[in-house]
């Protein structure tokens, strides 16, 4: 097999790890509400049965070993020797946890602390019984594997030749003499021509072997002809047929066995070699093998190397027992004509029992997932960017159209209304290739709520809504490290400690929930627990501790709520181990806003909080504002944009000699002139009186921006190109699209933009481009 | 000729090995995910080799020998399940509801080629 190969077997098994762990885990959650239907037992023993049969292959020990003793046990509790009762489905919890880092470890070859999975393995052997799991892995090799040295029964794998050992008389009674009605077939083969005796010494040796299948064997389709053939792949072969119990056809029933081979081989293998031959058999036939007799010396053989030698493949044809089938075969023609009676009774019960496997695949069918395909993401890709062409076409054609005469035509308005009307629903399929629902997202929440609630000492139930609400794979999976930070914060901070809650009133269980919606195109995903609240007192003296707000500030409970997204207003030794990673809530702001997203909080006191995120379905199209600045048509994302104002006079004030405020309805709010920062104007101006718009946006730290611009023309959805892969990066730019006439237009990134402005930088963004 | 092989493994991993090792070696391979599509998938084919995994969903490899079994159409077909070393009981079972071979998992791909070859009329 070539490395190629391996490696995409092995990402193939990685990916269906991800799937056996997700399994794994709905199902262990499904078990610890109660669930106790063996479909949902089976289906998790499954899961980890398969993590552990691909580990095996591809000889990673340690997930093997882990694996091992986790599957151990969920065979134990399938098996009702084991009950699942909370302490246990607490530690499988954990140990799903720790089968998903040992995956991912092995993915990226590191290399695992033991200290990592032993306790919980030998916790887990413990609940079996067991003091302790086995020791370490012996690396494994394929053909000895690991799960061997961990099966609970360590004597279940002694090799099994004793099974065999008591048959030898079953065979003697029945020496190799004929019935008067056949004369008996000695046959050899032609190789062995010069005398078999002298062949036997020059080769070393020799082994003989009587063999006689009983019904079973041919019942398990293994075949005396096919075990011959093997056999003679050992050296030159001579058989001798024994049919002395083979009845007259009459009595003959189609599926019995009434032959037995006299085996001679001309071989230096061992006895052991004839045994393998039998590996699968040896229980079903009486077998005897020994080595080195010389043939001349055994009383039934000495016939055989006499007599003259026919085909050899006429041999095998002459022996071809084929109980089943196979009406050349003289033992079987007859009554293959016309079953026995034995025969008719075994069909009747079987029709029935086909009939139900029947109607029970078909069900399966109906039931069946729907099928799916793998297809590689980049050609997905490509296919949503030649629609995003596709798009752009349609609509320069729709204005050309407009310009020209043929717009009164009303097969061609039609025309292109149809053309419309399915471009927007191909543009739409193809992005639903792309989205995912959230459920995987929500998965690896579980696992969150489980280890801050260990590390907390809280009692936390996470309560999932909406997981297949679908949204695109790249929002999915920039999502998972801002809603971890806001699900660890919601326990952290959000939940009161059990003996508060019930010093409160409350359940000693925190609730966090998490729920995923669409709505009006776009998806809405809430946070929320039923702790505390947040604690106004203590934010504000943090902000002001921290001056981030004048102590005399007068701010509304919402605005006190939202200081929490202010960078600066958590810090790393606050946020502890439990929080980690040193992030805080303007870091998760920042990487919603980062997918044209927003996020609110919501926060009762003594009630608990609510964060509510709205993203977009896609970063493929985006719902924009198309703007004038200067000439120039811009887009303003639509998520950054609050409102819209006219810049009356009234409402301005000037700061400073060259910037002003717009009063709005809490306060001042700073104008940024648009043109000048993107250098389409060598100054900044002093607005004032002046025809033009504000844009109110929202930006990076909560904080309010007007930009001015000259004018709105559109609302629209436009499709992203990225200038970074076309053109390169340009500070305040976040993409660009294409517009029905052909032009390119900017998309601004409005939270570049504020920073620019604010952080009284003179140099014009696009100074080098404008 | 070439001979047909039907593998029945609900793990994508092991039926893309089961596949790659096959076909390596000549076999035309067919496959299915569980014991029902198993079923489903000898309808319109007798393979001259079943490779089958006994833990799967819908129906496992035990059920899905036993109808095999029953079929005189299939009867005679050599099934072979593959299993791990541990699993003495399991191999048992699967030989009682009329296994014709093991494979032991995991498997090398000689042994499993070696296999397939011996029990393959």
Known sequence: ?770 | MTQTVLTVDDSRTMRDMLRVTLEDSGYRVIQAADGLLGLEALKGEKPDVIVTDINMPNMDGFGFIEAVRRDSRLAGVPILVLTTESDAALKNRARAAGATGWITKPFEQTRLVDVVRRVAA
């Open chain 1, 1 to 770: 097999m070539s490395n190629d190969v391996l490696a995409q077997l092995r990402q193939t098994f990685f990916e269906e790890c991800d799937e056996q762990l997700a399994e794994l885990e709905t199902g262990l959650l499904q078990m610890q509400d109660g669930a106790t239907d063996s479909e949902t037992v089976n289906a998790v023993f499954r899961a980890v049965h398969s993590v552990k049969g691909g580990a095996g292959a591809f000889k990673l020990t340690t997930l093997v070993s882990f694996a091992h003793v986790f599957e151990t046990a969920l065979d134990e509790i399938r098996s009702d020797r084991l009950e699942a009762g909370p302490a246990l489905m607490k530690a499988m919890l954990r140990a799903s946890d720790v089968l998903a880092d040992l995956v991912s470890a092995a993915r990226n070859g590191d290399d695992v602390d033991e200290a990592l999975w032993r306790g919980l393995a030998d916790e887990i052997a413990g609940f079996c019984g067991k003091e302790k799991a086995p020791s370490p892995a012996a690396p494994v090799s394929a053909s000895d594997p690991a799960p061997a040295a961990f099966a609970p029964q360590p004597m279940a794998f002694t090799p099994q030749p004793m099974a065999f050992t008591p048959q030898p008389m079953a065979f003697t009674p029945q020496p190799m003499a004929a019935p008067p009605a056949f004369t008996p077939q000695p046959m050899a083969l032609p190789s062995l021509a010069p005398a078999p005796a002298a062949e036997d010494a020059k080769a070393g040796g020799a082994l003989r072997i009587l063999f006689r299948p009983r019904v079973e064997l041919y019942e398990k389709a293994n075949d005396a002809v096919v075990l011959l053939r093997e056999l003679e792949r050992l050296g030159a072969m001579t058989v001798t047929c024994d049919l002395s119990e083979a009845p007259l056809l009459d009595a003959l029933d189609p599926h019995g066995a009434y032959l037995g081979f006299d085996i001679h081989i001309v071989t230096d293998r061992d006895e052991q070699a004839a045994r393998e031959v039998f590996e699968f058999c040896e229980e079903d036939c009486d077998l005897v093998t020994r080595r080195g007799a010389a043939p001349a010396a055994e009383s039934a053989a000495p016939a055989a190397h006499a007599a003259a030698a026919p085909d050899p493949a006429a041999i095998l044809n002459a022996l071809r027992p084929a109980p089943k089938d196979a009406p050349a075969d003289p033992s079987a023609a007859a009554p293959a004509a016309d079953p026995p009676a034995a025969d008719k009774t075994a069909a009747k019960p079987a029709d029935p029992a086909r009939a139900a496997e029947e109607a029970a695949a078909q069900r399966a069918a109906a039931t069946a997932a729907p099928a799916t395909i793998r297809v590689d993401l980049d050609r997905v890709d490509r296919l949503i960017n030649l629609v995003g062409e596709l798009v752009i076409n349609q609509a320069m054609l729709a204005q050309a159209v407009q310009g020209a005469d043929g717009a009164r035509d009303p097969a061609v308005s039609g025309g292109l209304d149809e053309l419309d009307q399915l471009t927007r629903e191909i543009q739409e399929s193809v992005m639903a290739i792309r989205a995912q629902p959230l459920k995987p997202l929500f998965q690896r929440m579980s696992r969150i709520v489980r280890e801050v609630a260990d590390a907390t000492g809280k009692k936390v139930r996470l309560v999932t809504e909406g997981e297949w609400t679908e949204v695109d794979k790249t929002v999915v999976e920039r999502l998972a490290d801002p809603l971890t930070h806001m699900i660890r914060n919601a326990i952290d901070h959000g939940l009161e400690s059990p003996a508060d809650r019930l010093a409160a009133g409350k359940p000693e269980e925190g609730v966090v929930r998490l729920s995923a919606a669409h709505r009006s195109g776009r998806v809405v995903i809430q946070i929320s627990d039923d702790g505390a609240g947040v604690n106004r007192d203590k934010v504000r003296a943090i902000a002001i501790g921290k001056g981030l707000v004048a102590a005399d500030a007068q701010l509304t409970e919402s605005e006190i709520d939202n200081l929490i997204f202010l960078p600066g207003f958590s810090t790393t030794e606050k946020i502890s181990a439990i929080s980690g990673r040193g992030v805080g809530m303007d870091v998760v702001k920042r990487s919603i806003h980062a997918l044209s997203g927003r996020i609110f909080l919501k926060s009762k006191r003594g009630h608990g909080s609510e964060f509510t995120l709205s993203l977009p379905l896609t970063l493929a199209v985006l719902d924009g504002m198309v703007v004038t600045v200067d000439g120039q048509t811009l887009v303003a994302p639509l998520s950054a944009i609050v409102e819209t104002m006219s810049l009356d006079a009234g409402r301005l004030r000037a700061f400073g000699a060259s910037n002003a405020v717009i009063a709005d309805r809490d306060g001042f709010v700073p104008i940024i002139d648009t043109a000048a920062e993107l250098g389409f104007r060598p100054h900044r101006r002093v607005v004032g009186g002046d025809k033009g718009v504000a844009l109110l946006v929202e930006s990076e730290g909560g904080g309010r921006s007007a930009l001015v611009v000259d004018a709105i023309q559109d609302q629209r959805q436009v499709v992203i190109k990225s200038l970074e892969t076309n053109y390169g990066r340009v500070p305040g730019v976040a993409a660009a699209t294409i517009l029905g006439d052909g032009r390119v237009a900017l998309i601004l990134d409005v939270d570049a933009l504020v920073a620019r402005a604010r952080g009284a930088a003179s140099e014009p963004l696009l100074a080098a481009a404008g």
